[in-house]
């Protein structure tokens, strides 16, 4: 079975700080990762994704996310947060039948 | 580049009525639409996969009878929620991909039932 879990349902940073969003992921076979953001009122952005190789994966507004293997994870990271990042983010996780399973969401609050 | 178009935005229906939507893939052949709902202050569920040449795969707690699905062509699916009750509300997405690509996502349509 397939499975994603995102351990913090909301986060609250203050803008400037820097931004970890855990993702943990179930499958037994080789993962392909990726980190959606939904902001207010619309669909589905990517962020970014991970196939293979180098286990950093870089993607867009300076977002950044770790794949390890040994801990099940692909956390996603971002060294200073904007107000605009304030979203929801969506650690989804596609196995051997194509299809995506996604994580139950992080809601994003960066305050002033 | 690859667009999935998704109308309408947002809808309106009255509790036991059908409601319509639709996706449009622009840019490349969508040969796997997979729709999805966002039920309010929930993730993503998926409901059925639509694969050309294939049966329309739905998932649990899913059915045909509820969510029929067309995908006629390359370019463009629809899905119709029958007989739509409160707890059909929230954001309806539909995602596309050519091949084993990556799948391109639409805005959705938002439903709500009153």
């Known amino acids: 079975a397939q499975s994603v879990t995102q351990p913090d349902a909301r986060v609250t940073v203050s803008e400037g700080a820097s931004l970890q969003l855990r993702c943990k992921y179930s499958?037994?076979?080789?993962?392909?990762l990726f980190w959606y953001v939904q902001y207010p009122r619309q669909g589905l952005q990517l962020l970014l994704k991970y196939y293979s190789g180098d286990p950093v994966v870089q993607g867009v507004n300076g977002f950044e996310a770790e794949f390890s293997k040994s801990n099940s994870s692909f956390h996603l990271r971002k060294a200073s947060v904007h107000w605009s990042d304030s979203a929801v983010y969506f650690c989804v996780l596609s196995g051997g039948n194509y299809k995506y399973v996604f994580g139950a969401g992080t809601r994003l609050k960066v305050i002033a | 580049g690859a667009l999935v178009y998704q109308y309408p935005r947002r809808t309106i229906c009255k509790s036991g009525t059908s409601m319509r939507m639709e996706c449009q893939a622009v840019g490349f052949q969508a040969t796997s639409v997979a729709w999805y709902r966002q039920s309010p202050q929930k993730t993503f569920e998926l409901i059925a996969l639509?694969?050309?040449?294939?049966?329309?795969?739905?998932e649990q707690n899913f059915t045909q009878e509820k969510f029929p699905i067309s995908h006629p062509n390359l370019s463009f699916s629809s899905m119709t929620v029958l007989n739509a009750y409160l707890e059909d509300r929230g954001l309806y997405l539909c995602?596309?991909?050519?091949?084993?690509?990556?799948?391109?996502f639409g805005s959705g349509t938002r439903l709500l039932v009153i």
């Open positions: 499958y037994s076979g080789t993962p392909y």
């Open positions: 639509s694969t050309v040449n294939s049966a329309i795969k739905y």
């Open positions: 995602g596309a991909r050519q091949g084993h690509s990556d799948y391109t």
